[in-house]
C-alpha cells in the first residue's frame, strides 16, 4: 500500500498552492442518517407487509435522499486560483471563479443562533460565540449557493483561501474570520 500523500493545506500568501479544506465525517454521517431511516423503515415494512405502496414508498424517497446527500455533500473543497472543487462521495465538482459571485459562511442552526442572541445580551463580543462554528458557502450570481465545508476552518487556513479570493476579480469572501480556536480541517483528513 502506498504510502499517503502528505498533508496538503495553507500555503505562504501569494502562492499559486491550492487550499484543501476537508468535511468532518460527522457530517457525513448526519447526511446520511435520515436517508439509511427511510430505508431500513421500507425495508422492514416490505418484509414485514410485503411489497405495498407506502412501504414502497419509503424505500424510494430513502434511496433518492441518500443518492442526493452522497452527490452533494463535499468530503473536501479544493480552493485554487482555478476556482474551488468539491469533491462529494459521488461526483467531483468544479465551480469556475466566473460561477462563484461571493463565499460566505453557512446559516448557524437554532442551537447556535440561541447561544449566540445569550451571549450578545450578556455583553460578550461577537467573535467568542457561534460565528465560527458553521462552514463555508459559495454563492453563484443567481440564486445558487453550494456547501464548501459543514464546519468552520482554522485561521490559517482562512487567511490562505482569503490570499487566493483576494486575487480573483468578482469574487469576494464575506465570511468572518474563524475564532482562534478553531481546529484545522486536516484533521478530518481521510487517506483518498
Given at each position: 500500500m502506498p504510502p499517503s500523500p502528505p498533508p496538503r493545506g495553507?500555503?505562504?500568501?501569494?502562492?499559486?498552492?491550492?487550499?484543501?479544506?476537508?468535511?468532518?465525517?460527522?457530517?457525513?454521517?448526519?447526511?446520511?442518517?435520515?436517508?439509511?431511516l427511510l430505508v431500513a423503515l421500507g425495508a422492514i415494512a416490505i418484509n414485514?407487509?410485503?411489497?405495498?405502496?407506502?412501504?414502497?414508498?419509503?424505500?424510494?424517497?430513502?434511496?433518492?435522499?441518500?443518492?442526493?446527500?452522497?452527490?452533494?455533500?463535499?468530503?473536501r473543497t479544493i480552493v485554487s486560483t482555478d476556482g474551488l472543487t468539491r469533491v462529494c462521495w459521488l461526483r467531483?465538482?468544479?465551480?469556475g471563479w466566473q460561477d462563484v459571485r461571493v463565499i460566505t459562511r453557512a446559516p448557524k442552526n437554532r442551537r447556535h443562533a440561541k447561544q449566540?442572541?445569550?451571549?450578545?445580551?450578556?455583553?460578550?463580543?461577537?467573535?467568542?460565540?457561534?460565528?465560527?462554528?458553521?462552514?463555508?458557502?459559495?454563492?453563484?450570481?443567481?440564486?445558487?449557493?453550494?456547501?464548501?465545508?459543514?464546519?468552520?476552518?482554522?485561521?490559517?487556513?482562512?487567511?490562505?483561501?482569503?490570499a487566493i479570493v483576494e486575487r480573483v476579480p468578482?469574487?469576494?469572501?464575506r465570511a468572518r474570520r474563524p475564532p482562534a480556536d478553531s481546529t484545522p480541517t486536516d484533521l478530518y483528513r481521510r487517506s483518498s
Open positions: 495553507p500555503q505562504d500568501e501569494g502562492s499559486d498552492t491550492p487550499v484543501v479544506l476537508h468535511s468532518t465525517w460527522l457530517g457525513t454521517v448526519t447526511a446520511l442518517i435520515s436517508p439509511a414485514a407487509v410485503g411489497v405495498r405502496p407506502i412501504p414502497l414508498l419509503f424505500l424510494l424517497i430513502g434511496m433518492i435522499t441518500g443518492g442526493i446527500s452522497l452527490a452533494t455533500f463535499p468530503r467531483r465538482q468544479h465551480l449566540d442572541l445569550r451571549a450578545r445580551t450578556r455583553g460578550e463580543p461577537s467573535e467568542t460565540t457561534a460565528v465560527g462554528t458553521s462552514g463555508l458557502l459559495a454563492k453563484s450570481h443567481g440564486r445558487r449557493s453550494w456547501v464548501l465545508t459543514d464546519q468552520a476552518e482554522s485561521q490559517l487556513e482562512y487567511d490562505a483561501v482569503a468578482g469574487t469576494s469572501l
